[in-house]
């Protein structure tokens, strides 16, 4: 149990472009969402957390109106990256919990994202 | 502030000895702790979690982990590698009413015949 998907798994897209990343919780109803970025060799990174239903919180440093965060259902969160660019390449992996105290949080199997 | 420190940046062990990768917090309370793992392009799979009670900790793929309150550490060990086990180690803490998981900076394992 306990399973998140991501999609797509890989995307290249142009500069100026937006690429949407879906991310699910399959097998259970995840109220709270997480975004994260990883660069190479490093640790995750916080983007964003969401909670269904209403606005994401983001982390400092991380550009809201860059990085659309909705969490419409109980089991789907998508990221938009709006107006790309070469430096939003990254590895951007998301997670869900059932927002418990203590819950724990699983992972997506990440999505690869190269701006041209 | 709350940190987990993960000393050990790349370590490299024989196919079939045994295994400790280290990982201390510092927190106000005690912590809710886990160990993720992280293959090469892939997301992290869980491999345990303490929430309280036992403190030595059976995860999955062998590995254990035990929790010892006097020196603020969760150590993650395995009694026999192999080499499948090579990647990356992520040890992760999340306070008492706070949705956010601290992560350390991850140990990268790599496993020689």
């Known amino acids: 149990g306990a399973v998140v998907s991501q999609h797509p798994s890989r995307v290249i897209c142009k500069s100026g472009t937006s690429v949407k990343i879906e991310c699910r919780s399959l097998?259970?109803?995840?109220?709270?969402m997480f975004w994260y970025r990883q660069f190479p060799k490093q640790s995750l990174m916080l983007m964003a957390t969401?909670?269904?239903?209403?606005?994401?919180?983001?982390e400092q440093g991380v550009e809201k109106d860059k990085f659309l965060i909705n969490h419409a259902s109980l089991t789907l969160s998508t990221l938009t990256v709006t107006s790309a660019h070469p430096e939003d390449s990254s590895f951007y992996i998301c997670?869900?919990?059932?927002?418990?105290?203590?819950?724990?949080?699983?992972f997506g199997p990440g999505t690869r994202l190269l701006v041209l | 502030a709350q940190s987990v420190t993960q000393p050990d940046i790349h370590i490299t062990v024989s196919e079939g000895a045994s295994l400790e990768l280290r990982c201390n917090y510092s927190?106000?309370?005690?912590?809710?702790l886990f160990w993720y793992v992280q293959s090469p392009g892939q997301g992290l799979q869980l491999l345990l979690k303490?929430?309280?009670?036992?403190?030595l900790v059976q995860g999955i793929k062998g590995f254990e982990a035990e929790f010892k309150r006097s020196q603020s550490s969760y150590n993650l060990r395995k009694p026999s590698v192999h080499w499948s086990d090579a990647a990356e180690y992520f040890c992760?803490?999340?306070?008492?009413?706070?949705?956010?998981?601290?992560f350390g900076t991850g140990t990268r394992l790599t496993i020689i015949p």
């Open positions: 997670s869900a919990s059932s927002g418990a105290v203590g819950e724990t949080q699983y």
């Open positions: 303490y929430f309280s009670g036992d403190t």
């Open positions: 927190y106000g309370a005690t912590p809710y």
């Open positions: 097998d259970f109803q995840a109220t709270t």
């Open positions: 969401s909670n269904e239903g209403s606005k994401a919180t983001y």
């Open positions: 992760a803490a999340k306070g008492f009413g706070n949705e956010k998981l601290t």
